[in-house]
Each structure stands twice: as structure tokens, then as C-alpha cells.
């Protein structure tokens, strides 16, 4: 059974720094082959993607967090990551990591990032 664990969320000042992790139990060839991606729901709004890295390691982030998150992955860990700085009131969210590949869709439960002062 996949299982995809998300971690690293919390409260921040804005204007702070958090780093996300998305840890997939899955085959490191089954993680090195999917694409993995960063979402978020605020309270009220459509679940949206942050980022997305492909198998190759190119990258795409939504317009509000472009210059201020980075996607990344280490595929001999099978985990993710998304860096995101200069944190602001619009960024507070859960968080989920989806992994996907040629045997399936997998979602983590999230993480809560809350930004506030």
C-alpha cells in the first residue's frame, strides 16, 4: 500500500521560511518515474496546484509563488520538498503531495501552514 506523508507545516511570521516534505513509501523506481506536485486549500477555496516536478526534474509554479517557492526532490529518499520563503497571509493552507505515476495517484493527508503574526 502507497503511503505519502506530508510534514514540515506549522505557524510562521510573515515574511518567515518553511520547508515541506512529502515522503512517498513507494519503490525508489516508482518515485524516480512520477511526477510530484505540492497543492494547497485554503478555508473556502478551491484545492490549487503550487508546483509540480516532472520525472526529469523540470519544474512549474502557480504565479502567486513563483520567485518565492522551490520544488525539489530526492529520488534516492523518495521524498520531495518545497522550500517557500517570504511567507504571507495568502499562503496559509494545508498543503498535500500528490505522486503520480504509471501505477496510480497517491495523496498525502497534508499539512497545516498557517501565516500570521
Known amino acids: 500500500q502507497v503511503r505519502i506523508v506530508e510534514s514540515g507545516g506549522g505557524l510562521v511570521q510573515p515574511g518567515g521560511s518553511l520547508r515541506l516534505s512529502c515522503a512517498a513509501s513507494v519503490s525508489v523506481g516508482m518515485f524516480r518515474g512520477a511526477v510530484v506536485g505540492w497543492y494547497r486549500q485554503a478555508p473556502g477555496k478551491q484545492r490549487e496546484r503550487v508546483a509540480i516536478?516532472?520525472?526529469?526534474?523540470?519544474?512549474n509554479y502557480a504565479d502567486s509563488v513563483k520567485g518565492r517557492f522551490t520544488i525539489s526532490r530526492d529520488n534516492a529518499k523518495n521524498t520531495a520538498y518545497l522550500q517557500m520563503e517570504s511567507l504571507n497571509s495568502e499562503d496559509t493552507a494545508v498543503y498535500s503531495c500528490?505522486?503520480?505515476?504509471?501505477?496510480?495517484?497517491?495523496w498525502g493527508q497534508g499539512t497545516q501552514v498557517t501565516v500570521s503574526s
Open positions: 516536478i516532472t520525472r526529469d526534474g523540470s519544474t
Open positions: 500528490n505522486v503520480n505515476n504509471l501505477f496510480g495517484n497517491y
